[in-house]
């Protein structure tokens, strides 16, 4: 059935009965539910100089998980164990382990993770699973707020279906519209997209080919209300088939994200992995600096260092960004610049260059700080600092990922 022609009181009755049955949980997304604040993450609370330092990372030992299953336990089709072995995963990370089993089930889920959980393979697995069974014919849509994030998860499809005739497409702004109008009408398997762009086909009569998809997934919702992107992924939702089996990955849990899952997820299983969101592992620190010289100087200074082997550094506006890039260049530092001035093609190469170790320094606006995973990132540096600890946080989680060390250095006043 399609819901556009559902009314606009997207809830209905069911909305009632749905928050009486998770009343019964007592999971970490009611309580925040009733409680409705946003913890200590709260974009209100104030940044101080303390916010930005941490002499005494916690240990990787302190942050490990032993988990429940093996990846042998999900009895996922052998491809896809191999291909599991292929890209070197040999234990379910804790997202992994407590999601999968639910997801291959058949519930609908909320994880309360962040990035560097390894959520993507937790819903990436089992949607291939899905597809498998069902002979090809059970699709999926994900919805992701960055276009950069998209691409990461359409990555990611391809190396875990490898050889099994999956087909993916991406759908998000920047890219040509008519390819991807092209590759619609083709039918693939898995549509990955921004809401923007999505909205976008759909007005234009691309319907994703509703009818099969079986499986909605939600990334970085916490990212999507912040840029304002609920509206159009209700529109989205609103041309799915009612029955479909929904899932959520938030790193925050704020009301207005509650009340929107709450519309759409059917007796939801809850899981939260926080661990590594506060950024407890990652070593901080702050640098002073009385002026914008200052800082470049000193900025200089530290990346002659050798052991700031990758270093990512944030700016405020991108033209500041774009400008120091310049400079570090001029400075002899291997240096690109990525923020939203830039076409999706330079921003795709811009993060290529700095994943593969082909430049140093990647200089980026916040464009850059969100379910991006770049591996091995040494040093992340606030050039300007961050409006928020939300934003922060996020920066800083560039490093310290997959067990490794990491370190932040923040410039203040
Ligand atoms: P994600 O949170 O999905 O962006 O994943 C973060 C990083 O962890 C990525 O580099 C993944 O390739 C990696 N990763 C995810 N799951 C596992 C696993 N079970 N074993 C090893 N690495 C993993």
């Known amino acids: 059935m399609n819901t556009s022609t559902r009314k606009p009181s997207y809830r209905g009755s069911r909305f009632a009965k749905r928050t009486q049955t998770k009343r019964h949980h007592s999971s970490p997304y009611n309580r925040t539910r009733r409680g409705g604040g946003r913890g200590r993450y709260a974009s209100s609370s104030k940044l101080t100089d303390a916010t930005f330092i941490n002499k005494n990372p916690r240990t990787q ?13 999900f009895k996922l089709h052998p491809q896809i164990t191999t291909n599991l072995a292929k890209k070197g995963y040999i234990h379910p990370t804790r997202i992994q382990d407590t999601a999968i089993p639910h997801i291959l089930a058949g519930k609908d889920v909320v994880g309360i993770a962040n990035t560097g959980s390894g959520k993507t393979a937790a819903f990436v697995l089992p949607i291939i699973n899905k597809l ?68 976008d086909l759909i007005t234009r009569g691309y319907t994703l080919n509703a009818e099969r998809i079986t499986t909605l997934v939600l990334d ?4 999507m209300l912040d840029i304002g992107f609920l509206p159009d992924t209700t529109f989205i939702i609103k041309t799915l088939p009612e029955k479909k089996q929904s899932l959520c990955f938030s790193a925050t849990m704020q009301p207005e994200i509650t009340r929107f899952l709450d519309a759409l997820l059917t007796e939801p299983q809850t899981i939260s992995v926080r661990t590594s969101e506060r950024g407890e592992h990652i070593a901080q620190d702050i640098i002073r600096a009385r002026s914008e010289a200052d800082k470049l100087k000193e900025l200089i200074r530290m990346l002659s260092q050798q052991h ?9 506006m991108k033209r ?18 990525i923020h939203g001035n ?32 770049i591996p091995n990132v040494s040093h992340v540096i606030n050039f300007d600092q961050p409006k928020t600890r939300e934003e922060y946080v996020h920066r800083i989680g560039r490093t310290g990922r997959a067990g490794k060390p990491g370190q932040a250095y923040t410039f203040v006043s």
């Open 61 to 73: 030992e302190e942050e490990s998980y032993t988990p429940t299953h093996t990846f042998a336990d």
């Open 132 to 199: 498998i069974k069902s002979q090809h014919k059970e699709h999926a849509l994900i919805i992701t707020p960055t276009r950069e994030l998209a691409q990461q998860i359409q990555d990611e499809f391809r190396e875990f279906s490898h050889s099994m005739k999956i087909y993916t497409t991406l759908c998000v702004g920047g890219l040509n519209i008519r390819r991807q109008m092209k590759e619609l009408k083709r039918n693939p398997h898995v549509v990955i997209g921004t809401p923007g762009r999505l909205k």
């Open 220 to 223: 970085e919702v916490d990212h």
């Open 308 to 316: 700031f082997e990758k270093v990512l550094i944030f700016g405020a």
């Open 320 to 337: 500041g960004v774009q400008n120091l890039a310049n400079t570090l260049t001029k400075n002899g530092f291997s240096a690109i610049a």
């Open 342 to 373: 830039k076409t999706q093609p330079q921003r795709q190469r811009a993060l290529d260059a700095f994943k593969k170790g082909k430049v140093k320094i990647l200089v980026a606006t916040d464009v850059a700080a969100r379910g991006l995973d």
